[in-house]
């Protein structure tokens, strides 16, 4: 009974398969807590934070996160030209999880 609904299951259509999706790779988690902390931030503010990241993969996280509905870029019409990044709701809904991994990283480190 167990063995025929594992074959049948289909992980791809289960809300943490959605949840991965948004947040895989190695930076979207840590700019989403970024822009938690310091919102709104600017695109060299969160690239210094990130240290080592390069302006094409950062631009192009953030263009996949604002594509989802996590993050907001407010573009201001001034010289130089202005952007500000910021959690939308439905990206500040998300904070609660984001923290509870951090929590239990910290409380399992080995």
């Known amino acids: 009974m167990i063995k025929k609904y594992i074959e049948d299951a289909n992980f791809e259509d289960t809300g943490f398969s959605y949840t991965l999706s948004l947040i895989s790779g190695k930076y979207k988690m840590v700019i989403l807590y970024c822009l938690m902390e310091f919102q709104p931030v600017r695109f060299n503010e ?60 910290e409380n399992n480190r080995v």
């Open 46 to 105: 969160l690239q210094r934070y990130l240290k080592k990241i390069s302006d094409k993969t950062l631009s192009q996280n953030l263009k996949e996160l604002e594509k989802d509905g996590l993050v907001c870029r407010k573009v201001y019409s001034q010289i130089p030209p202005k952007v500000e990044y910021f959690l939308s709701e439905r990206g500040r809904s998300l904070m609660s999880v984001l923290d509870e991994m951090c929590v239990w990283g």
